[in-house]
């Protein structure tokens, strides 16, 4: 059974910094492409980021281009965000996901002064 647990969001002020964390278990990690998705208050899911299964590519929304960093750790399981200059509008519920959209529980992030 696939299990992805998020961690690391919190309240930060605009400007700030955050570094998201996801464990995964029940899959083989290093074999699967992931991504980050999120969920702003009463909008649909929108796509963040996603890396191959090796780490060494990656893509990224327009609106967090240059900010956010995805990166991965294959011996640890573990997937990563670091956002960087989060603005308002960065304020979501954040997920990491399979390819096939399984997804954990989330955690969320809130910018705000």
């Known amino acids: 059974e696939v299990q992805l647990v998020e961690s690391g969001g919190g309240l930060v002020q605009p400007g700030g910094s955050l570094r998201l964390s996801c464990a995964a278990s029940?899959?083989?990690?290093?074999?699967?492409?992931m991504k980050w998705v999120r969920q702003a208050p009463g909008k649909g899911l929108e796509w963040v980021s996603s890396i191959n299964r090796g780490g060494g590519s990656t893509s990224y929304a327009a609106s967090v281009r240059g900010r956010f960093t995805i990166s991965r750790d294959n011996a640890k399981n573990t997937l990563y965000l670091q956002m960087n200059s989060l603005k308002t509008e960065d304020t979501a519920v954040y997920y990491c996901a399979t390819l096939s959209d399984s997804r954990g529980q989330g955690t969320q992030v809130t910018v705000s002064s």
């Open positions: 029940g899959f083989i990690f290093s074999s699967s492409e």
